[in-house]
């Protein structure tokens, strides 16, 4: 075979490989755009009649309406989620939620959303999976929750994730504790996944962190005092006080936090101990505490405080007295006084609370 000849060969590969290239490409854009504008036409469809349902002047219309809804929507994951989408707008835009609530109801009624869901969860890919975990979730389809815990040790962490917060949404203290200790010792999970589990658990938090506090590392309790502080949990408070006088650093701060949120008198002695701490987040923490309790002792630490050494303690103290409504002398004697940097920092929060 002469030379000519392979190099008309090898031209006619690179024009057939490049052709099918383009074709493949063309059909895939051709189905993605097919698929774009199916799913239009159906969100129309969609948003009719889930306006007509609403705008109904008989049940027989409601029911028409609520049966075409669940015609369009068939067996579809994706065109449940637009109606699902529709009716969180329409949520937002104020309409009676118990109205939202019945038409989603009847509509679950014939297309059995939890099957839909489940075959995902059986069947799907990763991402799939995810995503059904959270849907089964949201339509509070408990008989599921050990199918959901099967993923809370899956290698793809987005998986987990999704299972573990649905698993916090069904309210499963044991199985979100045992996720939380699961993930104890894996530093790039962010502690704000913590909170989101505490703060979409729909169980009873007392007992949650209570069985994950008992079991898990010192960096884990840190970080669950910090999620349950916004719920000043009472039964954790015999914790809060051994913690806040105790030497972790990183314990004793989330303690002096979670014991300051409380505002409750009975913690002023500990806080003011605290806000004389060598450590200026300790102190930081303690003032905002005091704050919070606002007795009379208590506000002259804050006051006092607005000259502390650090910039960081002097700005907490300052936003602080702002919030607490102190006097307009009070300000004007830090104002005008001779300390520049408890003056700078008062200023500092009230340009930040006019908006300057």
């Given at each position: 075979?002469?030379?000519?000849?392979?190099?008309?060969?090898?031209?006619?590969?690179c024009?057939?490989?490049?052709?099918?290239?383009?074709?493949?490409h063309?059909?895939?854009?051709?189905?993605?755009?097919s698929?774009?504008?199916?799913?239009?036409d159906?969100?129309?469809r969609?948003?009719?009649?889930?306006?007509?349902?609403?705008?109904?002047?008989?049940?027989r219309?409601?029911e028409?309406?609520i049966?075409?809804?669940?015609?369009v929507?068939?067996?579809?994951?994706?065109?449940?989620d637009?109606?699902s989408d529709?009716?969180?707008r329409y949520?937002?835009e104020?309409?009676?939620?118990?109205?939202?609530?019945?038409?989603?109801?009847?509509?679950?009624?014939?297309v059995?959303p939890?099957d839909?869901?489940?075959?995902?969860?059986?069947?799907?890919?990763?991402?799939?999976?995810s995503?059904?975990?959270?849907r089964?979730?949201?339509?509070e389809?408990?008989?599921y929750?050990?199918?959901?815990?099967?993923?809370?040790?899956?290698?793809?962490?987005?998986?987990?994730?999704?299972?573990?917060?649905?698993?916090?949404?069904?309210?499963?203290?044991?199985?979100?504790?045992?996720?939380?200790i699961s993930?104890q010792?894996?530093r790039?999970y962010?502690?704000?996944?913590v909170?989101?589990l505490?703060?979409v658990?729909?169980g009873?938090?007392?007992?949650l962190?209570?069985?994950?506090?008992d079991?898990?590392?010192?960096y884990?309790?840190?970080t669950?005092?910090?999620a349950i502080?916004?719920?000043?949990l009472e039964?954790f408070?015999?914790?809060?006080?051994?913690?806040a006088?105790?030497n972790?650093?990183?314990l004793?701060?989330s303690?002096?936090?979670?014991?300051?949120?409380f505002?409750?008198?009975?913690?002023?002695q500990?806080?003011?101990?605290a806000?004389?701490?060598?450590?200026?987040?300790i102190?930081?923490?303690?003032?905002?505490?005091l704050s919070?309790?606002?007795?009379?002792?208590a506000?002259?630490?804050?006051?006092?405080?607005?000259?502390?050494?650090?910039w960081w303690v002097?700005?907490t103290?300052a936003?602080c007295?702002?919030?607490t409504?102190v006097?307009a002398s009070?300000?004007?004697?830090?104002?005008?006084?001779?300390?520049r940097?408890a003056?700078?920092?008062?200023?500092?929060e009230?340009?930040?609370?006019v908006?300057v």
């Open positions: 075979m002469n030379f000519e000849l392979i190099c008309v060969i090898a031209v006619l590969v024009i057939l490989i490049t052709s099918s290239e383009f074709l493949m063309y059909f895939l854009a051709k189905n993605l755009m698929e774009k504008a199916e799913n239009k159906v969100r129309h969609l948003e009719i009649f889930i306006k007509g349902a609403f705008d109904a002047p008989t049940v219309c409601s028409y309406e049966s075409s809804i669940a015609s929507i068939g067996t579809n994951d994706l065109y449940y637009m109606a529709i009716f969180d949520r937002g104020g309409k009676d939620d118990a109205v939202v609530t019945s038409i989603e109801k009847g509509i679950n009624e014939i059995h939890v839909i869901f489940a075959k995902m969860l059986d069947e799907g890919n990763v991402y799939q999976k995503h059904a975990c959270r089964l979730a949201d339509l389809a408990s008989d929750t050990d199918k959901i815990a099967e993923h809370i040790e899956s290698n793809d962490r987005d998986l987990a994730y999704n299972a573990g917060m649905a698993l916090a949404q069904l309210g499963n203290s044991e199985l979100v504790a045992k996720y939380i993930i010792n894996d790039n962010s502690s704000r996944f909170d989101e505490f703060v658990f729909s009873d938090r007392t007992e962190a209570q069985l994950a506090f079991k898990c590392n010192d884990m309790k840190t669950i005092i910090k502080e916004p719920f000043k039964a408070r015999p914790v809060f006080l051994a913690g006088v105790g972790d650093r990183r004793k701060i303690c002096v936090k979670a014991l300051g949120a505002g409750d008198e009975r913690d002023e500990l806080l003011q101990m806000a004389t701490d060598n450590d200026w987040v102190r930081s923490s303690a003032i905002r505490g919070n309790i606002a007795t009379h002792t506000l002259e630490t804050v006051k006092s405080a607005i000259y502390d050494k650090e002097r700005r103290a936003s007295l702002i919030s409504g006097s009070v300000l004007e004697e830090i104002l005008g006084g001779s300390d940097f003056a700078d920092a008062l200023k500092s009230l340009y930040r609370n908006g």
